[in-house]
């Protein structure tokens, strides 16, 4: 049974960052590719990033240049390291997999980490 355990959400002023972490578990594919998605309140759940065991990485336009996506295999962990946050970045951010490019939808979910962006 896969399990996505999520950590590392909180609040945070606008400039600052946070880096989210999301431990996988049972997760047992040859081919370990994994996303970030995020929802605010009153909008639908968007992916973010997504990350290829063959090292290839995918952005939204909204996060490109500011978020990046990284993991340690041996750890099975995921990370979304954000940078220079904005408010608009407030919302639950959620780990997936397998989300090997940015229109695959995931069969398993973490429970989510919020993240709250003042200015």
């Known amino acids: 049974q896969v399990q996505l355990v999520e950590s590392g959400g909180g609040s945070v002023q606008a400039g600052g960052s946070l880096r989210l972490s999301c431990a996988a578990s049972?997760?047992?594919?040859?081919?370990?590719?994994m996303g970030w998605f995020r929802q605010a309140p009153g909008k639908e759940r968007e992916v973010i990033a997504t990350?290829?065991?063959?090292?290839?990485?995918t952005y939204a336009d909204s996060v490109k240049g500011r978020f990046t996506i990284s993991q340690d295999n041996a750890k099975r962990t995921l990370y979304l390291q954000m940078n220079s946050l904005k408010p608009e970045d407030t919302a639950m951010y959620y780990c997936?997999?397998?989300?090997?490019?940015?229109?695959?939808?995931?069969?398993?979910w973490g429970q989510g980490t919020q993240v709250t962006v003042s200015a």
């Open positions: 997936a997999a397998p989300v090997c490019a940015m229109r695959w939808v995931p069969d398993y």
């Open positions: 049972g997760y047992t594919s040859r081919r370990w590719c």
């Open positions: 990350f290829d065991s063959y090292g290839m990485t």
